[in-house]
């Protein structure tokens, strides 16, 4: 079975660009969510949504941050402009409904630098 | 806001020897969760428990979640060189999903 599937999974883009990360979560997976990760901050969640819907976005950091699932097998994470402290590792994660809807799997990540 | 405390936030062990990782909570939870990150990768999951006092195993790794709620172990036994990688607990005190995470313990393994 496909797990949550991440593009791009390296970018590297200069500071002031647009970014844009994509991901598809596992079909049949009610919920997603967006995680950045870094050194300093370890595992954040910016953002998750349950049945395309944003339930709690209280963690996306100002409004460079924008995220949209336009339908159950899709979603993006933008940032614009992009700032080199975004640089870090950008994970998407889907649960599925249920007694397991806690339990969530997670992709493989997007690795973003901004120079 | 929740806060989880993960320790010890680094481990260099004996290839052989037992691991032990535990996570404190702030608040209850009624979900822990064990994940396994490799570098270069996201974090997988290893164990996943959702009632009190519950104590479950998969392969060397065995997991109990507190009875009070407020706390959870993982020990991995006779571990092996691919044991090696940061170990995240989670939790969550809601049916949204929405995961709270420790700060990782980093396992480093000596053959």
């Known amino acids: 079975d496909a797990g949550v599937i991440q593009s791009p999974r390296h970018e590297v883009t200069e500071m002031g660009q647009e970014v844009t990360l994509r991901c598809k979560p596992i079909?049949?997976?009610?919920?997603l969510f967006w995680y950045r990760q870094t050194m300093m901050r370890g595992l954040e969640l910016l953002i998750y949504?349950?049945?395309?819907?944003?339930?709690?976005d209280s963690g996306m950091p100002e409004d460079r941050f924008s995220a949209k699932m336009p339908n159950a097998s899709f979603s993006t994470l933008k940032i614009q402009p992009s700032e080199p402290r975004d640089s870090a590792v950008y994970f998407c994660a889907s649960s599925p409904s249920g007694g397991s809807g806690n339990t969530i799997y997670f992709g493989e990540g997007s690795w973003l630098t901004v120079v | 806001g929740q806060q989880l405390n993960q320790s010890p936030q680094s481990m260099f062990i004996q290839e052989g020897e037992d691991v032990s990782m535990n996570c404190t909570s702030s608040s209850i939870f009624n979900t822990w969760l064990w994940y396994k990150q490799d570098p270069g990768e996201g974090p997988v999951l290893l164990i996943a428990?959702?009632?009190?006092?519950e104590l479950t195993s998969n392969g060397r790794l065995t997991a109990q979640f507190g009875i009070t709620r407020k706390d959870s172990f993982l020990n991995i036994s006779a571990s092996i060189p691919s044991d090696v990688g940061i170990y995240f607990c989670a939790g969550s005190s809601s049916n949204t999903g929405k995961l709270i995470f420790g700060q990782g313990t980093t396992l480093q393994v000596k053959p």
């Open positions: 949504f349950n049945n395309n819907v944003p339930i709690d």
């Open positions: 079909s049949g997976h009610n919920s």
């Open positions: 428990l959702y009632k009190a006092g």
